[in-house]
């Protein structure tokens, strides 16, 4: 990918915040949404439904994968992302934070502290339109990495930790839906 290379002036971030609760050192999989449709974001852009479908059949078809990283860093993966998918809410991840990679364990650590509650995806913008005077709509999106991050530009966007069993997922969608409900309604008011 181009950012490896250097500096890559196309490569663009974005913040989802989350709340995770890491239960002990083998709880390291982690599961909620990178990116959330629909919703403007502290610098302006609103991610459209559909956006990364392009970017995912392309990485699927040759092998890809949708990396995890601290905090933007690709000297640093610290897990790797079991699910990577766009659902009709936005771009759901669940992934394995790894201990034995020594990042891994300063990000399970900063979890467990809730030093760090942010997602943010690592992309190139390929299709987009101006909404406005500090807006934009992004249609496509070639995603290269959902990063854990310290500080999230997207509010609406959560993840849990969980045992790996996935009996707290229900509660974690309901949560998701409970929040969005909650920003929707406060945006109409």
């Not at 390291?28 to 403007?40: C, D, E, L, N, P």
């Not at 000297?75 to 079991?82: A, C, E, L």
């Not at 997922?169 to 949560?175: Q, S, V």
Request: aromatic share 8%; net charge negative; proline share 3%.
């Amino acid at each position: 990918m181009p950012y490896y290379d250097g500096f890559d002036p196309d490569y663009e971030t974005k913040f989802c915040q989350f709340e995770a609760e890491v239960l002990d050192e083998e709880s390291t999989v982690i599961t909620g949404y990178a990116s959330v449709f629909g919703q403007k974001d502290n610098g302006g852009d609103v991610v459209q439904t559909g956006a990364f479908a392009a970017s995912l059949k392309r990485l699927a078809a040759c092998g890809g994968k949708v990396k995890m990283l601290w905090q933007h860093d690709p000297t640093r993966p610290i897990g790797v992302w079991d699910v990577v998918a766009e659902d009709g809410h936005g771009l759901k991840v669940s992934g394995r934070v790894l201990p034995d990679v020594q990042a891994g364990r300063e990000a399970l650590a900063l979890l467990k502290a809730g030093a760090v509650d942010g997602l943010s995806i690592g992309y190139r913008t390929i299709r987009s339109e101006k909404a406005g005077k500090n807006s934009r709509l992004l249609h496509e999106i070639e995603l290269w990495e959902v990063s854990l991050v310290t500080f999230p530009m997207l509010a609406q966007a959560r993840v849990r930790a969980t045992d790996g069993g996935g009996a707290d997922e229900d509660a974690a969608l309901a949560e998701t839906l409970a929040s969005t409900f909650r920003a929707a309604r406060d945006m109409l008011a």
